[in-house]
């Protein structure tokens, strides 16, 4: 019995309480997140909710592991001095600096899952890298969402306030051999438990959980995020490639049917200057030439001079994005290279050479440019911009007037397209970018435009109308240029942002965008409503279409104003699984299977309907496509082919 008494008991239920707390308060940062949420994230009952955040359960297990391996281990290796209150306050602070930073990756969620519609993942730190200004984003970020940090600090002080209610009384070991037996177990038992907690379950035949595990149980995709937490998001894509190449189809399947090169035969004499506006965060919500049938209730536009250009200009109501952060668009615009799970931009495969719009008009002999406000090389524009072969950039160090910046991001976008407008043109023909800045967070405006434009009904509405204004005094500078007549102009947004009317909480309308191609010169016919389903890697090979560059061009994407039809694949990624709409089906894909299909209508991907479409004909080569597509993508990019 002696033996028995050896057995660290009080050691082990302490241990087990102060991980029990570290679950509870998981559920709690859980339940505030879907709280806040609530309109991207729709629950039907409260059976519902239980049930998700059951499944949560297995995503937490993973990241409380993650984040207390070491204090489980100090915990329980046998050093005798375990239950000194020196070594307990050791564990004190162990357990609440590792708790307290992961956990607050819930809290920064609470806010941002708006922006950027998926969990924190280890891209941030891509994203973080070329940004020196996150300390200010930071405190902006705090400031205006003080609810956040005070459930943040209420919650640590509660854990603090629980951990301490249940101590470890300070005892030696009477036998030595004993302890250090029973501690051995009870080091191999709690091995073995972490081992298949982290993984996920104890089955060798299964992969560890990943953030697509998520998706098994849920009934509309968007609950996926409400499983997960973002410390494990965080962490399981740390180091992660999901870039591999697989092989569904045979290359002549993917030539007949995904047609990775297309070629235009148009004839243009007087080569045309080529201007392209990349509007920060310009979602099709806000524009009102972009919702007139939608039918959406008290529906306000925040754009009033797009919206007069648009009735000029040939449109396109219905573009996704095919990314979900600025670089995604700069790559999917410019190259027609879509973001998947992994960011293209952000993988070992960036720096490779690439046809692009870019490559196309610097070999037509046109002199091409890109310009962005921010901080030189903020955001990874300018080394894609290199990798794209831009021969000039642009950016607040060119503006030189630090008296414009607006302490965050950028130069304020009215005075930095005025110098778009006066710098560009010196030699044509040309083919320039600008990438807009004003419109995002921390959603402010130059002082003296306070009061000037209406606060709306989000954040976002009160700066998207100033930039709007922006774009407005760039084509009164713009149109007394002498290149202006014979100019095409392009605009687009990058990604979306904050949501208000319900019909763009639907999880693929997070993903729309306007399209807009403007020209005063008639000749180019660059006028009407197009319908048609669109997305941003087709404005390459518009453009190539639209120069007269007659060789092969290698795109996903296709020309909208050409009689040569092309079967349009709209492609994208919610951050766990590729999303593509092809013929009357939206097809829902992880990597090797497609596990949902959805009627093209059904933006909100509320039903899935593949178990009704079995062996239809229509999906059953839709299913194909989209595997044939994801298999040219990868093959491309891995073997270096984007040419």
């Known amino acids: 019995m002696k033996f028995f008494k050896e057995f660290r008991k009080q050691e082990v239920l302490v241990l087990l309480y102060r991980i029990f707390l570290a679950y509870f308060f998981y559920q709690i940062a859980r339940f505030l997140f879907w709280f806040f949420n609530r309109g991207l994230i729709k629950v039907e009952s409260i059976s519902d909710y239980f049930s998700l955040s059951f499944h949560g359960i297995a995503f937490d297990t993973t990241a409380i592991l993650y984040v207390n391996a070491l204090f489980i281990l100090l915990s329980i290796i046998p050093i005798i001095i375990n239950t000194k209150k020196g070594y307990q306050k050791f564990l004190f602070w162990l357990y609440f600096i590792t708790n307290g930073i992961t956990y607050a990756m819930n809290f920064g969620d609470i806010v941002y899952f708006k922006f950027s519609q998926m969990r924190l993942t280890s891209a941030a730190l891509q994203v973080a890298q070329h940004e020196n200004n996150i300390f200010k984003v930071f405190t902006a970020s705090i400031m205006q969402n003080p609810y956040v940090l005070i459930w943040f600090v209420v919650l640590m002080w509660l854990w603090v306030f629980l951990y301490k209610k249940v101590k470890v009384t300070e005892q030696k070991p009477v036998k030595l051999v004993p302890y250090f037996i029973w501690s051995v177990l009870t080091l191999c038992i709690v091995a073995v438990l972490a081992v298949g907690g982290i993984r996920g379950d104890f089955k060798h035949s299964t992969r560890p959980i990943n953030l697509v595990d998520a ?21 399981r894509t740390l180091n992660t490639n999901n870039f591999k190449e697989v092989h569904f189809v045979d290359e002549k399947f993917i030539d007949e049917n995904i047609q990775p090169y297309k070629i235009y035969d148009r004839k243009v004499e007087n080569k045309p200057n080529i201007v392209i506006f990349i509007v920060e965060s310009f979602s099709r919500e806000y524009s009102g030439a972009f919702n007139k049938d939608k039918n959406i209730k008290d529906y306000v536009s925040y754009t009033p001079f797009i919206d007069s250009l648009a009735n000029e200009s040939l449109i396109f109501p219905n573009t996704f994005a095919n990314g979900r952060q600025s670089i995604h668009g700069m790559s999917s615009v410019l190259a027609g290279i879509p973001s998947l799970t992994d960011a293209f931009t952000s993988s070992p495969y960036s720096n490779q050479k690439i046809q692009s719009i870019v490559s196309i008009c610097n070999e037509m002999g046109y002199d091409t440019s890109f310009y962005h406000g921010a901080p030189n090389g903020s955001m990874g524009f300018l080394g894609f911009g290199n990798i794209l072969g831009f021969k000039h950039y642009f950016g607040k160090t060119e503006y030189n007037n630090d008296k414009d910046f607006d302490g965050m991001w950028a130069i304020w976008d009215e005075p930095f397209l005025q110098y778009f407008a006066k710098n560009t043109g010196k030699s044509q023909p040309f083919m320039t970018t600008v990438f807009t800045a004003s419109s995002h967070h921390p959603f402010k405006i130059p002082e003296k435009y306070n009061g000037k434009f209406k606060k709306g009904k989000n954040q976002m509405h009160e700066p998207m109308q100033y930039t709007d204004y922006a774009i407005k005094k760039y084509f009164e500078t713009a149109k007394k240029e002498p290149w202006f007549n014979n100019t095409i102009f392009v605009f687009t947004g990058d990604h979306t942002n904050e949501v208000y009317y319900s019909e763009y909480e639907k999880i693929m309308n997070r993903f729309a965008v306007p399209l807009i191609l403007y020209s ?8 009407g409503i197009n319908k048609e389903f669109a997305q941003q890697i087709d404005i390459y090979p518009t453009l190539a279409d639209l120069i007269g560059y007659n060789k092969k061009i290698r795109s996903w994407g296709r020309s909208l104003v050409s009689e040569k039809q092309y079967s349009p694949i709209i492609a994208n990624s919610d951050g766990t699984v590729e999303q593509f709409i092809i013929g009357n089906y939206i097809y829902r894909f992880d990597g090797k299977e497609v596990v949902g299909i959805f009627d ?20 059953e080569k839709g299913k194909q496509i989209a595997k044939a597509w994801y298999q040219d993508y990868m093959n491309r990019v891995i073997n270096r082919k984007m040419y």
């Open 215 to 235: 998706n098994r149980f849920v009934k509309l995709p968007s609950q996926g995020n409400m499983v997960l937490n973002s410390t494990f998001s965080f962490f």
């Open 520 to 527: 005063p010169n008639p000749e180019y016919n660059l006028k």
């Open 600 to 619: 093209k209508t059904d933006l909100g991907l509320e039903k899935n309907i593949a178990d009704q479409l079995k062996n239809n004909p229509e999906t």
